[in-house]
């Protein structure tokens, strides 16, 4: 699957927000570094989970809209509470930011 394409059909992530950390980070960049590097480490987590789930097969009797929307909606939370913890991007993409 394209990339963009799966980028751009997330809805789960605040475009807004993160338009406003880009102009914040090109502003100050070290102050900002932190939030960034969280905010994408959410944003790869919720395009993990969600061609995680793009992968399941959709022939069963629980295929439908009302299902698939509380299924998205389930998936935002898990992806905002494993960001929360962590999967250690943060970590290396401030490294990178640092270079």
Do not use: C, W
């Not at 950390?21 to 070290?30: A, D, E, T």
């Not at 998936?75 to 962590?86: F, H, N, R, V, W």
């Amino acid at each position: 699957m394209n990339d963009n394409l799966l980028l751009s059909n997330i809805s789960d992530y605040n475009v807004q927000f993160i338009n406003e950390l880009k102009y914040q980070v090109r502003i100050n960049p070290k102050k900002h570094a932190l939030q960034t590097a969280k905010e994408v480490e959410g944003v790869f987590i919720q395009v993990l989970l969600k061609s995680m789930r793009s992968s399941l097969l959709k022939d069963n009797l629980l295929d439908n809209n009302q299902s698939r929307l509380y299924t998205d909606i389930y998936d935002q939370q898990l992806s905002q509470e494993i960001s929360k913890k962590g999967i250690g991007l943060t970590d290396i993409i401030l490294k990178q930011i640092e270079k």
